[in-house]
């Protein structure tokens, strides 16, 4: 099992920047493709960015391309996502997630494993 713990959410006005991290315990997630998900009230959860074992290869939605960036310490066993120019559509809970494997994938589905989020708000 994977046990996963989201840090780093707050309020911030539009424009600033946020740095979320996800420390995994319980299993070396070194191998396993990485991701990070958002659900806005009322919404469907969505997916943000993914990064796959090594940190050679990330996909973001079109909707944070060039604003946030995915990485990861496998060392520490941790994901991060520096969000930068942010704007109150991002106002969101933020999820990480994992999965084992080295695909990347985008839907909540293929998931095994998620963290319990981290409230990120920007104001206007």
């Known amino acids: 099992q994977v046990q996963l713990v989201e840090s780093g959410g707050g309020l911030v006005q539009a424009g600033g920047s946020l740095r979320l991290s996800c420390a995994a315990s319980g299993r070396t997630v070194s191998s396993y493709t990485m991701a990070w998900f958002r659900q806005a009230p009322g919404k469907e959860r969505e997916f943000v960015a993914a990064?796959?074992?090594?940190?050679?290869?990330?996909y973001y939605s079109d909707s944070v391309k060039a604003r946030f960036t995915i990485s990861r310490d496998n060392a520490k066993n941790t994901i991060y996502m520096q969000m930068n120019s942010l704007k109150p559509e991002d106002t969101a809970v933020y999820y990480c997630?994992?999965?084992?494997?080295?695909?990347?994938?985008?839907?909540?589905?293929?998931?095994?494993?998620w963290g319990q989020g981290t409230q990120v708000t920007v104001s206007s």
């Open positions: 990064i796959n074992w090594s940190g050679g290869r990330t």
């Open positions: 997630a994992a999965r084992s494997g080295t695909a990347i994938y985008t839907r909540v589905e293929n998931y095994d494993y």
